[in-house]
């Protein structure tokens, strides 16, 4: 470890650093701009001078910059000399020449790094009398707002966006003070990280366009620790509220899993919590119309005493979007073999499998850190940024991991990035990806593979079989199939970490065994194998380990059990079911009782509805794609009915059904029983501390130091000062009274730390700069291979894809804005909505006489849908992608063999859009449930 | 033996040397003697050094140690680059024209006899977009030398290959710059890039890479020929061989001329500029080209080597002297030379991209009459705040250059801008 003398004092760091990394790390105060831990060093804001002595007798020293020195033993070095004080005041003044000093009406006021690190250096006293130089502002798109003129030209944005998320249009411009970061022209930014340009630029630049909708400074926002729940990832969140609605997500850093990104569907798909579409109010269905009016408390406890009823009738349907929680209470009430997974079936057994593949391969589920660290890839049948964008940022970093190396092998570090960048060029880590269409990552592929996903399976299969020839042979491989199987299979074994990806959004279980074949042939040959599964929802796999009926022959279960009462927990059957089905299922039982926070298909067809938290209103743990169980925290204490769904089923709790004396109280309660009753998730209880955790006798306050108006807020109602709401559920105030140090990871409401307002006080959260939280990341793993004794290989290879004549594989196509339930209700997101329509080869189209915008008739059974046609070469022979997850489209059991054909452009399909505005309007009502059959 | 390497060939007045009439005068004997006696292409990198050929682009490095930088043996990275540096953009300098323009086979001869030195197989030449007549002169010399086999595979049968582009910059100052080269011939913003790593182990498409000015270029064959006395007794210095050294401003005979390394200042403008025009007195001078410091009256009889301007706390820069004579204001000169390089910086780092406008504003309000007293002293702040080791390369500290020994040499004229409110120059 060198040792490095720093204004008199002797300290032992990290060997390999540089400068600044060392210093922050220290909890030293050193102005930066443009480096940032993610990103790495390229010295050109100069901000992070300081005077490097040659040795004890130099007293003249010179300044050097900290991001781009690597510290060595012995060195010396001074933050406080008169010279490098007066040089890091002066860069400031002059980087802020042209800056519009507009802090008050500017978003970023408030927890703004340029504010931060101009108090920090001093610079009070502006000098410079002359004209500022103005730009003009572009259209970005729903989700950032640009203001140019208040650039200090960081570059930070364009590393992000261009260097580190492969975004392709957002650029410097010009030169000299006159640099600018934008597009060539007016247009919504097209990466889907773009919304990470709100937290690495410096200042206002690039703003959160959705928080202006309803802006409140970061003093004034309640905020709490949360989880994503838009994909299966659990990304780390903060969501911060005012006057009862979420204003905004921004990143919550967690080591392991998102670091210091979120993907714009999780950071700007909050909307569903405030948006119309809310539950806000218990409903009952009355009269012969049914129409649902609000109930009062009494109603639904005579309605729970009709219920009634001894044992098994009760049917429990949970959710894999719910907490575990929220769906153990569903299985205690509805008791285990009478509750179900509420997953589609076919999905149900995919997320099972993937389960299974996690717990007794050989490989290790990655965490989205260990991803980005992988050095060969191969993704079987996931278009991944589309099905778990967060794991497509990573992916990225993981293409880059060859560069690293070789840097390395250059005495380059890793954080020296433009060097890192010049030296290894374009070269990209072995990457493979076998699909059946395009994909968001083809451009960092090595080389793509495009076939229906009977040949992804065969290709996996063939993989596993070049790397250990003892696992099943694929007959009838082409040569060249034969070649890249084999190229793959050198790839993966030369890594030093190779990554298999996959997951169940193609709907197909031989693509899944494929990828864990690969795993298990690689696990023969070495000891480290990555394997990354994606699924669809926050708590697929969660759910999964709770919960073992399904969906799955659901009528007859239902005929044979004689339930009387339904209760659906936070789900939308019609989203997991054909409409017909659950028509039926609905009208087959006495009484339906949804649970849920926003009105459904299901919802308004329930005799009654209880509202439901979101994640904003509720604590639970999930558990991620990789295995994590993570807690998320309330937000803030909602008005009115609304309550967390387990207390709903604590509260229609029949007495038989268990001792009120002992009924669960607080979250804690929940926890501990789930703990107890099943073992594969008893450590959750480590996910985060207890409800009665207090440090220093103090809970952690929502609320930060300098929240405004707290007494006037109310004014209007009340001239007393309520008393703020009491949170048995956590650690957590509702209020500014609580402890305000660094509370443990899991409880971090907000960065924030003296002298530091802007995220970047996350540095003063961490062991060391860019590294673990202090006291370690957040969330539990709950599946580890044990690794014992190596699984035997899956024997089925699929055959070569039999369609015949017209017969083509329907393949689902998810959308990263489009395809999830909730993110779709706010406006931004449904400004990037791409228009329905199905993806065909230009080969198949042209046998089906169709062209581009033609309107394509697909039929797959009892199902016969109708959308406009788009053409791609790269979607395989075949196959055609049919948009999936769409809200207020028709629920398709997919992949399915179908018959693609051409459509009358008159005829009029209700279960889907009008042709005429798919283009672009269609989703201007998606929100509306109205078109759905 | 010649005593003038780089010119020899030259006469303006007509078109330069077909590659015929360059080997009638000896030509392209540096490639025949490098390839087919210097086996060992090491021998020829320490020949070089031993010559003292200094780099003639401005900062005066040995050329024969920064090739021995190049990783050579059977595992070091491929393929190597070499770049001849055209882009000559700098005010007040045009030395390199003369030979782009003069004697174009005299540079492909250099550039082959130093690729085969650092065995590079791929060489560029980044010409200034102004540079029309040497691009048309070049591009037909190097159709020549590939049409004669000088260029391209298994060069005179020995199995060295090497392909010679000619790439036309789109026209930046801070192209000069060897990594704002780098950058630009790689397609991308024409930023320098941080050293280490040199382009030397990094470089071209993070390939091994050495950059050299033209005029360093023209130098390697002749050495290759005549060797390392010849070429240490051209020089009346310690650094060997001849410089181009030029004069411009209100001399009588503004001009270019090959003479020995380290004649006088005063040599240089009296006996070849022929002086200072009549009625004019020479006030100061810039004695590398516009990003060096100011030197005067006094200087003159210092000898024109990298050590003596040096210790004269100026640099010699490219030779190329810019005058300055007392009928012209000093202010608006280092006004006129600090809007070029406020202009040219490439906004990359913050002293030179925020740092040089603001030093165009103080000395435009001073010049108009419009100063304050304690702007002289936020000038030589602006000075030291864009100095060596504060920026990322070397633009603005020698950008600050002129500004810097104006303050310390001509003060007072500054001052009578602060006290008559106006240019004492102006009528």
Redesign the interface.
Same mark, same amino acid.
């Given at each position: 470890m060198p040792s490095l003398w720093i204004d008199g004092k002797t300290y032992e760091v990290e060997a390999g650093k540089n400068l600044l990394q060392v210093c922050l790390s220290l909890g030293l105060d050193l102005p930066y701009f443009c480096w940032h831990p993610a990103l790495g060093s390229?010295?050109?804001? %100069?901000?992070c001078?300081v005077k490097q002595y040659r040795d004890e007798n130099d007293s003249v020293g %010179?300044?050097?910059m900290a991001c #781009?020195t690597p510290v060595t033993d012995g060195m010396r070095i001074t933050l406080q000399d008169e010279g490098s004080v007066e =040089?890091r005041a #002066?860069?400031i003044e002059?980087?802020m020449?042209?800056h519009p000093h507009d802090c008050p009406v500017c978003d970023e006021g408030g927890e703004c790094h340029l504010q931060d690190m101009t108090v920090m250096t001093g610079h009070n006293y502006r000098? =410079?009398r =002359?004209k500022k130089r103005t730009f003009n502002n572009q259209y970005l798109g729903p989700f950032i707002n640009h203001e140019m003129n208040r650039c200090i030209?960081c570059?930070r944005c364009v590393r992000f966006y261009r260097d580190y998320a492969d975004g392709p249009d957002l650029n410097?411009f010009?030169?000299?003070?006159?640099?600018y970061f934008g597009r060539d022209c007016d247009g919504a930014l097209e990466s889907e990280f773009s919304g990470n340009l709100v937290e690495v630029c410096p200042t206002g630049v690039f703003t959160d366009k959705t928080l202006k909708e309803h802006y409140t400074r970061k003093w004034d926002l309640t905020t709490a620790p949360s989880v994503c729940h838009h994909c299966g990832l659990g990304c780390n969140t903060l969501a911060g509220e005012r006057y009862g609605s979420i204003r905004r997500i921004i990143n919550r850093y967690n080591g392991a899993v998102n670091g210091y990104f979120l993907c714009d569907r999780g950071r700007f798909g909050y909307d569903f919590v405030n948006a119309g579409t809310r539950i806000r109010e218990p409903l009952a269905s009355s009269g012969e119309t049914k129409t649902q009016v609000p109930v009062s408390v009494e109603k639904i406890q005579q309605l729970v005493s009709e219920m009634n009823a001894g044992k098994d009738k009760i049917l429990g349907i949970g959710s894999p979007r719910a907490s575990l929680e929220a769906n153990y209470a569903l299985m205690k009430l509805a008791g285990p073999e009478h509750f179900l997974d509420g997953m589609a079936p076919k999905e149900s057994s995919l997320v099972r499998l993937a389960l299974s593949i996690l717990r007794n391969g050989p490989a290790r589920s990655v965490s989205l850190q260990e991803a980005g660290q992988a050095d060969a890839v191969f993704i079987l049948g996931e278009d991944v940024t589309h099905t778990a964008p967060m794991l497509a940022l990573s992916l990225r970093q993981a293409a880059r991991q060859v560069c690293v190396q070789k840097a390395a092998k250059?005495n380059?570090p890793e954080w020296?990035d433009?060097?890192v960048r010049?030296?290894?060029?374009e070269?990209r880590s072995p990457f493979y990806i076998a699909a059946t269409g395009a994909t968001r990552l083809d451009d960092v592929a090595t080389k793509k593979m495009c076939v229906p996903l009977d040949g992804i399976a065969r290709l996996g299969l063939a993989v596993a079989h070049a790397i250990d020839p003892s696992a099943p042979a694929v007959d009838g491989l082409a040569d060249s199939d034969k070649q890249l199987a084999g190229e793959i299979a050198a790839a993966l074994m030369n890594a030093r970490h190779p990554l298999v990806v996959s997951g169940t959004s193609s709907g197909c279980s031989s693509v899944l065994k494929a990828a864990a074949q690969i795993t298990i042939a690689l696990a023969r040959t070495r000891e480290k194998v990555g394997i990354s599964l994606i699924v669809p929802e926050c708590n697929s796999l969660g759910i999964a380990m709770l919960a073992n009926g399904t969906l799955e022959n659901l009528d007859e279960r239902i005929k044979s059990r004689r339930y009387e009462t339904l209760v659906v927990l936070e789900n939308d059957l019609y989203r997991r079911l054909p409409s017909a089905q659950v028509d039926a299922l609905l009208e087959s039982v006495k009484r339906v009782i949804v649970i849920d926070h926003t009105t459904s298909p299901t919802s308004q067809k329930a005799h009654l509805v209880l509202p439901a938290g979101t994640f904003a209103e509720a604590d639970g743990t999930l558990v991620n794609n990789e295995g994590r169980a993570q807690r998320f925290f309330q937000i803030f204490a909602p008005e009115g009915e609304i309550q967390e769904s387990w207390r709903w089923i604590r509260d229609i709790c029949p007495e038989s059904r268990g001792n009120r004396k002992t009924a669960w109280q607080d979250l804690s309660d929940v926890i501990e029983a789930l703990c107890q009753d099943v073992p594969a998730l008893a450590k959750i209880q480590e996910a985060a501390p207890t409800s009665d955790f207090r440090i220093k006798g103090l809970r952690v306050a929502r609320q930060p130091h300098r929240y405004s108006g707290r007494t006037a807020m109310v004014a209007h109602k009340t001239i007393h000062e309520p008393k703020p709401p009491e949170d048995p559920d956590s650690p957590f105030s509702f209020s500014m009274e609580g402890y305000r140090g660094i509370p443990p990871a899991p409880l971090i409401p907000r960065f924030w730390s003296p002298g530091w307002n802007s995220v970047q006080s996350l540095n003063k959260f961490q062991q060391e700069v860019g590294g673990e939280l202090t006291g370690g990341d957040p969330g539990v793993r709950l599946i580890d291979p044990d690794g014992s004794d190596s699984p035997g290989y899956f024997e089925d290879v699929p055959a070569v894809s039999t369609c015949s004549g017209d017969q083509v594989q329907l393949i689902p196509l998810w959308r990263i804005f489009g395809s999830e339930e909730f993110s779709v209700l706010s406006e931004a997101v449904q400004q990037k909505i791409p228009g329905m329509s199905v993806i065909m080869n230009p080969k198949d189209a042209e046998k089906a006489n169709l062209k581009t915008g033609s309107m394509a008739v697909i039929e797959s059974g009892d199902m016969k849908l109708q959308l406009p046609v788009s053409l791609c070469e790269s979607q395989a022979a075949g196959t055609v992608a049919i948009p999936a997850g769409y809200r207020g489209a028709a629920w398709i059991d997919l992949p399915a063999l179908g018959e693609s054909g051409r459509g009358m452009k008159n005829e009029r399909n209700p279960l889907v859009p009008d042709p005429d505005c798919s283009g672009s309007g269609w989703h201007s009502d998606c929100g509306s449930q109205s078109d759905l059959a | 033996m010649i005593d003038r390497p780089l010119t020899k060939n030259i006469d303006l007045s007509r078109e330069p040397f077909s590659i015929k009439e360059y080997e009638a005068a000896g030509g392209y004997q540096g490639v025949h003697k490098a390839l087919k006696e210097f086996t060992d292409p090491k021998s020829i990198v320490d020949l070089v050094k031993n010559a003292g050929l200094k780099g003639r682009g401005g900062a005066g490095f040995s050329t024969g140690l920064k090739w021995s930088f190049v990783p050579m043996g059977p595992d070091a990275p491929r393929p190597r680059y070499l770049v001849c540096n055209g882009d000559e953009m700098e005010p007040g300098t045009f030395k390199d024209r003369l030979l782009l323009e003069g004697d174009p086979h005299s540079l492909i001869e250099g550039m082959i006899c130093t690729a085969y030195a650092i065995q590079a197989e791929v060489a560029y030449i980044f010409l200034r977009w102004g540079y029309t007549l040497a691009e048309q002169r070049l591009s037909k010399a190097i159709a020549e030398a590939y049409q004669a086999g000088y260029l391209g595979k298994s060069i005179l049968g020995t199995g060295f290959n090497l392909d010679l582009h000619l790439h036309i910059s789109a026209g930046?100052y801070?192209c000069g710059e060897e990594t704002a080269l780098l950058n630009s011939l790689?397609g991308k913003?024409a930023n320098p890039?941080?050293k280490?790593?040199f382009p030397q182990?990094?470089g071209l498409?993070?390939k091994p890479t050495i950059v050299q000015n033209v005029e360093t270029l023209c130098n390697v064959h002749h050495i290759l020929v005549h060797g390392v006395d010849w070429y240490k007794g051209l020089s009346r210095c310690e650094d060997g061989g001849t410089k181009l050294y030029g004069v411009s401003g209100k001399v009588k005979k503004p001009g270019v001329w090959e003479l020995p390394m380290g004649v006088t200042v005063r040599e240089i403008l009296e006996d070849h500029a022929g002086g200072m025009r009549d009625g004019l007195k020479l006030k100061g001078f810039l004695p590398g080209g516009a990003s060096t410091d100011f030197l005067v009256e006094e200087h003159l009889d210092l000898k024109m080597d990298y050590a003596t301007i040096g210790k004269a706390g100026s640099r010699m820069g490219t030779g190329t002297m810019i005058i300055l004579d007392d009928q012209t204001c000093p202010v608006g000169m280092v006004l006129n030379l600090t809007r070029f390089f *406020?202009?040219?910086?490439?906004? $990359?780092?913050?002293?030179c991209?925020?740092?040089?406008? $603001?030093s165009v504003?103080l000395l435009e *309000?001073i010049e108009k009459g419009e100063g304050k007293p304690e702007d002289l002293d936020?000038l030589a *702040?602006q000075c030291r705040?864009m100095g060596p080791?504060?920026?990322?390369c070397a633009l603005a500290p020698g950008a600050a250059e002129p500004i810097q020994s104006s303050l310390k040499y001509f003060k007072e004229d500054f001052e009578r801008h602060l006290a008559e409110k106006r240019c004492p120059w102006r009528s």
């Open positions: 390229v010295g050109a804001c %100069r901000q001078a %010179r300044l050097v #781009m =040089f #002066m860069l002059a980087l020449t042209n000098d =410079f =002359f030209t570059y410097a010009a030169s000299k003070n006159h640099v250059a380059i020296h433009a060097a010049e030296l290894a060029q070269e | 930046r801070i790689e913003r890039r941080t280490p790593p182990v990094s498409f993070g *406020a202009q040219e910086s490439c906004g $990359w780092c913050t002293p991209r925020d740092g040089l406008p $603001w504003k *309000a936020r *702040a705040f080791g504060n920026t990322f």
